[in-house]
């Protein structure tokens, strides 16, 4: 949560941005091994982590660790190619590569730079569906008054209406200074929740222990796939976060050593959620934990920390759309279009996990391993031995097909459930 994938950051110039000025125009100071460590984990772990037991019951538990542990492998890997690219394209003279657009403007121009800020704004605007999706349906859980309606609207409906104006207010605001500091608080009840689940997930299996599914079949693998991609999903804050570190002959590992707890606390908290509930575990795993003070507690946080966070995580997608069609001034009613837009994708998905799915497959996948190859074997091509460009070839490929495939199984599902 907080910044977890947000791809770009404000900074009001005296000066509107032009198309092709940085997303990212501030320095900051130098960041010690620490707290790079703790910038990854904040830059990737966010709300997807509440759909993984989910995921794990149907794919399997077996099938779920490896799942996240060749998502998180392939995850680095491609983070490490946006670094190595942008690290020769500087050597080579270039000026200093802020953001991910950057780069891809410089390796492609503006093709290159118009298809990462479209993945941008898709995957930043899904993870806003999916803040919403888990408000309305959390809310809709924790107060069932027995009447599937309210005042003739269905609850999740009504939630999503009544959230609206309040975003239209905080998606308003131009500076991010009187909102950055939720992202800390947000992040430290998203790891307290978790360790709320994953404790109450241990003592309800060893009360019910029940029957448990190693591998769920061929048919859920994409399935999976995908909502492990967008659970991962950071690489847009990745050439940022190495701009801030002082130690950037070090990053790499520290790079490493952060995917590597991300991926054990994601096998973990994936696994413990289907032990706990087997068949019965729900697409947001708070939702399986009752209704006890703990819980309600645990789930209205979790609302509170979304409903701040959505402004945060759409600052991207107004920066780019701002830039691209109001010559990046600031627009009201622009961004009052966005949040609405936003808002009726929301009411028109069932499902949490499966939409999670379905980002993570059609965006996600593009975003975080099909440009990064793409992009690192454009600039290293002439350097490369045959390895290497089979790899980094290897990888688009199966990011294309994963995508193309992980999309239409994930429109499956999430048709499958309305019907």
């Known amino acids: 949560m907080g910044f977890e994938k947000e791809a770009s950051s404000s900074s009001q110039a005296l000066n509107p941005p032009t198309e092709n000025t940085p997303l990212l125009t501030k320095s900051p100071k130098l960041s010690s091994h620490p707290k790079t460590f703790a910038n990854v984990f904040i830059a990737v772990v966010g709300a997807g982590v509440l759909g993984l037991p989910y995921t794990f019951k149907k794919t399997g538990w077996v099938f779920g660790i490896l799942m996240i542990t060749f998502v998180s492998i392939l995850t680095y890997h491609c983070m490490m190619l946006l670094v ?11 000026c200093k590569i802020s953001s991910f657009g950057d780069l891809g403007f ?45 005042l003739g609207f269905q609850p999740k409906t009504l939630y999503i209406w009544g959230i609206f104006p309040f975003q239209l207010g905080l998606n308003s605001i131009q500076t991010l200074t009187h909102l950055a500091p939720l992202s800390i608080f947000a992040d ?26 190693a591998f769920g079949g061929l048919s859920v693998v994409l ?26 002959k070090n ?119 099909v440009l990064p190859s793409l992009f690192h074997l454009l600039v290293f091509k002439t350097e490369m031995d045959w390895k290497w460009v089979v790899l980094d070839g290897g990888i688009v490929v199966l990011g294309v097909i994963l995508g193309i495939s992980g999309t239409f199984s994930s429109l499956m599902e999430i048709f499958s459930v309305k019907g």
């Open 223 to 248: 399935y999976g796939v995908g909502v492990a991609v967008y659970a991962f999903e950071g690489i847009g804050m990745v050439l940022p976060l190495e701009s801030e570190t002082a130690d950037k």
């Open 188 to 213: 430290v009840v998203d790891l307290g929740a978790m360790g709320v689940v994953m404790v109450e997930d241990v003592m309800i299996f060893l009360k019910e222990k029940p029957n448990l599914e």
């Open 106 to 150: 410089i390796v492609c121009g503006p093709i290159g730079k118009f298809s990462v800020d479209a993945m941008i704004v898709l995957s930043q605007a899904g993870f806003c569906v999916s803040y919403l999706i888990f408000i309305a349906n959390t809310l809709s859980n924790l107060f069932n008054f027995d009447n599937p309606q309210i």
């Open 84 to 94: 190595l690219t942008r690290r020769k394209l500087e050597k080579e003279g270039f």
């Open 251 to 369: 990053f790499g590992k520290i790079l490493g050593m952060s995917m590597g707890f991300i991926a054990l606390m994601y096998g973990s908290f994936g696994a413990l959620g289907c032990f706990a509930f087997g068949e019965e575990t729900k697409d947001i795993i708070t939702t399986n934990l009752g209704k006890g003070w703990l819980s309600t507690f645990v789930q209205l946080g979790l609302c509170v920390n979304l409903f701040f966070t959505f402004p945060l995580m759409m600052n991207p997608v107004h920066e780019v759309v701002e830039r691209r069609f109001c010559d990046g001034k600031f627009s009201f009613w622009l961004r009052w279009v966005l949040v609405l837009g936003v808002s009726l994708v929301a009411l028109s998905v069932p499902n949490f996990a499966d939409f999670l799915s379905l980002v993570g497959s059609s965006v996600c996948i593009v975003l975080g391993f």
